[in-house]
T-cell receptor, first 111, second 114 residues
């Protein structure tokens, strides 16, 4: 079966660091994506990992361990505008096959 | 570039009515997808297409139909609308070999069936 797990909700304060975890069990693996989705809007692309290790992009970093079926999204120097849902998604095989999405983690950032 | 355009943005349907959700992309992407998103349930794949004339079912296809007569357009048809189809619908596209950029999403259609 295909399964992607991530926490339902997280809270943090402005300026802090937060790590959102994602574990996956899929029939194959051709990359893991993180998307950000603000309330009432479409998801927007944040990051892509296909090899083990850390990918850094400004305040956001994403890590992948294929052997453990595990990824995390690290958000630094949190801002109020980072309050959103964060979706973990896996491409189970070759490009074109649809992404499988987790249920999303709703992050609330307070001042 | 407009990207992925979805219409309408909002719609209220009565039980048993039919409608078509429109999706068009101008990026010459081969791959297109329809998802529905319910609160707390994530994005569920309804149908997808890997090119004009080719469509395939996703995880939750019942009650829906699609067609892909051109590369640009991928409409989703709801026949005999039911309250269970109340949801937010997203269309997305992806280029061949564009694996590392994921999807481009449309802005969504918020559908209520009463």
């Amino acid at each position: 079966g295909q399964n992607i797990d991530q926490p339902t909700e997280m809270t943090a304060t402005e300026g802090a660091i937060v790590q959102i975890n994602c574990t996956y069990q899929t029939s194959g693996f051709n990359g893991l994506f993180w998307y950000q989705q603000h309330a009432g809007e479409a998801p927007t692309f944040l990051s892509y990992n296909v090899l083990d290790g850390l990918e850094e992009k400004g305040r956001f970093s994403s890590f992948l361990s294929r052997s453990k079926g595990y990824s995390y999204l690290l958000l630094k120097e949190l801002q109020m505008k980072d309050s959103a849902s964060y979706l973990c998604a896996v491409s189970p095989n070759q490009a074109g096959t649809a992404l499988i999405f987790g249920k999303g983690t709703t992050l609330s950032v307070s001042s | 570039n407009a990207g992925v355009t979805q219409t309408p943005k909002f719609r209220i349907l009565k039980i048993g009515q039919s409608m078509t959700l429109q999706c068009a992309q101008d990026m010459n992407h081969n791959y297109m997808y329809w998802y529905r998103q319910d609160p707390g349930m994530g994005l569920k794949l309804i149908y997808y297409s890997v090119g004009a004339g080719i469509t395939d079912k996703g995880e939750v296809p019942n009650g829906y139909n699609v067609s892909r007569s051109t590369t640009e357009d991928f409409p989703l048809r709801l026949e005999l609308a039911a309250p269970s189809q109340t949801s937010v619908y997203f269309c997305a596209s992806r280029a061949v070999g564009g694996a590392n950029y994921g999807y481009t999403f449309g802005s969504g259609t918020r559908l209520t069936v009463v």
